[in-house]
C-alpha cells in the first residue's frame, strides 16, 4: 500500500483553524471591534448588512498600520501584541493570538484601508480566500478601515449553518455590547441594513449602561465597589425589586473582557438570597481588576471562559460585596443614586463600618399579584388563607373522600390537592395551566382562527435591542395565537391585542417573559418556531405559584386538566399529576 498522509496545504489548514475563531458574523464584529479598541481608537464604527452575512465593516480613527504590517497581519501568528511565550501571562490587550485577521482571510472576501499620522498615504488591499489580489496605495483618513464580505463563500456547508438574520444579529448585538460596556470613554455606533441600533457618544459606565439598556435603568442602579489585594471589583448590580424573570443583562467583564461565570453568577444571586422572588434574576454589571498573571485567559478559544487561581476567596468578596451593595441601598433608600454624570462609585474606607443588613422577606410575594390573569372572580378559598398550618385542615377535607361533588384543596398557593377513586391527587397549578393553555394554543395555530381580545389602549413596549429582534422572529406566530402585536421601529412595538385567556392589566410583564421564554428554547432543535412561540406563550400566561385559587378556579383547572391530550406533563416534560395510592396512604396510618 502506498502512503496515504499529506500534509494539509495552507489555505485548508487556515480554513480548519478559521473555524475556531470565527463561527459566526458576530465573530468577526467581535474581533473587529477589538482590534480597533486595541489600536487606541477613541470612535469605531460598525456597519453590517443582512447580519453581517452579506459583509460587516469596523472603520476606526487608531493608529493605523504600516504597507508592510497591513500585508503582515494577516499572517497565521502575525500579532504586535506578543513576542515571547511568556507574555501571554502579562497580556492586557483584547487579542493576542494573531489568529482573527488570518481565520477571516481564510474563509472570506476582505477590503483593507488604512493609514498612519505619520504616512501622507495609506495601503488599500484586498484578499481572497488568503489570496491577495490588490494592493495599492490609496487616499484615506488615519486608522483602519477593515471590510469583510460573503463570509464563509468557500465553505458552503459553514455558510448553510448560519441562523436567521435575526438571530445572527442578535449575536452581533451582544458582541458589539459586549465590547462598548467595557470601553465607555470610546464612541461606538452600530447600523444595520442603513438603520441606526446603536449611537453610543463617549460617557462614564453608568450614562454608557443607559445608552444600551435605555433610560429606565437608571433608576434600579446601585454601585458595587471592592478593593482587596487580591481582586478589585466595581460596577453595578441592580436594585432587588426590579430584578426580572429574564436573563438579558447580566455581566461579568475581567479585565475589560466579558466572562461567562456560572460559579460567580451564583456568589451574586447568594447575595440576593432571601430577598428575590424564585426564578427572578437581577440585572448586574460586573468588572474584575486582577492580576493577568492570577488568570489563565487562554483556555478557551473565545475566551470567554476563564480561570481563576483562586476562585473561592474571589467567590466570598464577591458575595460580600454585592450584599454590602444591597444593604447600603437598603439603609439609606433616599440615597439618590440618578444623578446623571457624576463618577458615583463612593469610596469606602476601611474603618467604615458596615452593617449586615436585615431584610424583610415576604414569602407570599407574587409579582403578578393585582394583574387578575386568571380569575374573574376572585373568591378566597374556605378552607385556608394562603398561609397553610395545621394538620386539622389537612383532615376535613378528606372527610368529604364519600361526598360525590369532589372537593379541592389548595397546598402552599401551589398544589392543588383532591381526593380520587385510588387515593389522594395532587396537581402542581403553574404546570397544569400551562398545560391547557399550550394546548389551546396549538389547536388556535392549527385552526388558524385565534380568538384576539383586542385592547382599548394600545401599550406600546421598548426592548432592548436584542430582545426586539426575537420578537420580531415571534411575531407572525404570535399573530396566529391572537396576539396583535405591531412592529412600531425604533425597538419597540404596540400591543394591541391578546388571545382571550390572557387577558391581562399589563401586557409588558407577559411580553417580556413571552421572549424570555422563547430566547431559552432556541437551544432545543426539535421544536419547530411555532411551538416555540407557543410554549413560551402558554409559560408566560400560565397562573403562577402563590395564586390563591376559588374552589372554583381549581375544578376549571382540574377539569380543563383532564380534557388535554396530555396531562401529566407540562409541555417542557415536567411531572403535573402525582396520585398517592390509597394503599400507600394507608401504610403511613399501620398500627
Ligand atoms: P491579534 O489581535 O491577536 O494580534 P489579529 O489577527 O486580530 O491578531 O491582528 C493582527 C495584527 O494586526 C494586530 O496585532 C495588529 O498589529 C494589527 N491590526 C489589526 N487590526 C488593526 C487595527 N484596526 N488597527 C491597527 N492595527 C491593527
Ligand atoms: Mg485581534
Redesign the pocket.
Known sequence: MSDVIQVLSDAVANQIAAGEVIQRPASVVK??M???V??D?TTIRVIVKDAGKTMVQVV?N????SET?ASL?FERH????ITRAEDLFSIQT?????????SMAAVSEITLK?RRSEDELGTHLRIVGTRHEIKEPVQTPI??N?QVKNLFFNIPARRKFLKSDQTELRHIINEFNHVALTHPEIEFSLTHNQSEIFQLPPSNLRQRIIGIFGKSVNSYLIPLESDTTLINIAGFIGKPEHARRKYGEQFFFVNNRFIRHPYFHKAVMNGYDQILAPDYIPSYFIYFNIDPSKIDVNIHPSKTEIKFEDERSIWQILLASVKEAIGRNNLSPSLDFSKEGVIDIPILTKDTDIKQPSIDTNPAFNPFDGEESYSREKRSSPYLDDRFSGWEQLFEPAAQVQVPTNKNLQIKNKYILSPVKSGLMLVDQRRAHERILFERMMEAQEQKQPLSQQSLFPETISLNAVDYQVCLEMMEDLDRLGFDIRDFGNNSIVVHGLPAEMETVSAVNKIEMMIEQYKALQGEVSTGIPERVARSAARASAIDYGKQLSDIEMQEIIDQLFACSNPNYSPSGKLIVKIVELEELEKYFKE
Open positions: 474581533e473587529l477589538e482590534n480597533a486595541d489600536a481608537a476606526d487608531g493608529t493605523g498600520m504590517d497581519c502575525a500579532t504586535s501584541k483584547r487579542g493576542f493570538r494573531g489568529e482573527a485577521l488570518a488604512t486608522g483602519t477593515f
